[in-house]
């Protein structure tokens, strides 16, 4: 009896390499981040190494901070740095996982594992939107991870010749256990009226800090009008900030919202109690904003989007890389006359759950219904580039 399986696979342009994979998602979950595990194969490495010449397979992280085709007179958005390398050798044929195990069997000599390394600082895929009316596609704004094979000549030749390089994209994420112990976040927050007297108090909270992509965010607060002005109106939305730390750059986003009018006005001297659900998705904000940022995908015809996840914390804020995501929960409330909006802030994580649970497949479920709502027009804008794919068995007599 076999398991099914899928391998990645992708070929130099020389056609000498062949690069394999089992798995192009790595997940970090409560500190622990999965290892990036391969095969390397030709069919004459004796060939390949003469003359001094080695292999190196590299974990690469690109930050892209402008669109490829705004880059004239030698000015780059792109910055790339190399978080793991290593010489790939012929000899050294430990087989490491089951994975590489079964390769070696069926490709034979030639086939040779490797292994690489995220480091523990390592930021999240994520894909940030560069127009309004646009879907990130190749050559989109954000961070990104590849691992690169190539032939260098020397010891020192970290780039090698272009006929062969091997790159494959893949996806690094973080997920939260269900389990997590949770403070639900509160704020409070009190305004006074230059030429008014008396003062409104208003009450936020959240009932829990970390919320699961698809879930909604009911928003429970409490109003004290104690002054003489009119409460016409109360505002609630879920922000999305983003900070581009290699250029110090930021954005804000609206990615849900909600105007209620229960309740109002609300009368000099009285109360409210009140909640608002709010349910922040990705296919509602496509083309909605510039600087939307979205988890990075992989593949073909993506249509389980999601909002970036929040960038969770290793311990020190100031060692975040790359594209730091975080969420909040603005309330405001709207005077009549000529009085300032009362606003406050409530921070909350949006996050994926742990992989292979009941509460995972359910949330996937909820975000197929409502990707099936999309337009044709941003579907077909869904389409990337997708590698090589073969569908293997592996049987319990190969292990």
Known sequence: MGTSVKIFKKASPNGKFYLYMNQREYVQCEGSLEQVHGVLFSEDWDACLKGGRV?????????????????????????????????????????????????????????????????????????????????????????????????????????????????MRIKKSQNVPADK?????????????????????????????????????PVNFTINNNSNKLIKQIKCSVRQNIVISTVNANYSVKVASM???????????????????????????????????????????????????????????????GVVVTYVVKVKLVFSGMSNDLVLDIPFKLVHPAPNTELMENLKKEKELATEKMSSDVKRRLFMQQDSVLYESFHASQD
């Not at 704020?187 to 909604?216: C, D, I, N």
């Not at 969770?312 to 975040?320: A, F, K, M, R, V």
């Open 181 to 217: 112990t949770q403070k639900p976040p509160i704020g409070r927050m009190e305004k006074e009226f230059t030429f008014a007297s008396g003062k409104v108090l208003l009450e936020a909270s959240l009932p829990k800090e970390y919320f699961y992509h698809g879930e909604e965010v």
């Open 55 to 167: 292999v190196y397979v590299q974990l690469v992280v690109q930050f892209r901070h402008g669109k490829e085709e705004d880059e004239v007179m030698g000015v780059s958005f792109k910055k790339e740095l190399i978080i793991d390398r290593k010489q790939v050798n012929v000899k050294d044929v430990k087989e490491e996982t089951k994975f590489q195990s079964v390769m070696i069997k069926r490709l034979g000599k030639g086939a040779v594992p490797f292994t690489l390394k995220f480091p523990d600082l390592a930021p999240n895929s994520v894909l940030i939107c560069n127009e309004d009316e646009d879907i990130p596609e190749k050559n989109c704004m954000g961070v990104t991870y590849l691992v690169k094979a190539h032939l260098a000549n020397n010891k020192d030749d970290y780039e090698g010749n272009k006929d062969s390089v091997i790159s």
């Open 259 to 321: 105007n209620s009018e229960n309740g109002c006005p609300i009368e000099p001297g009285s109360n409210l109690q009140h909640t608002i659900p709010l349910k922040p998705l990705a296919q509602s904000c496509i083309g909605t904003s510039r600087g939307l940022c979205l988890d990075a995908w992989i593949g073909k015809n993506q249509t389980d989007l999601n909002l970036a996840s929040s960038s969770l914390s290793t311990g020190n804020d100031n060692d975040q890389l």
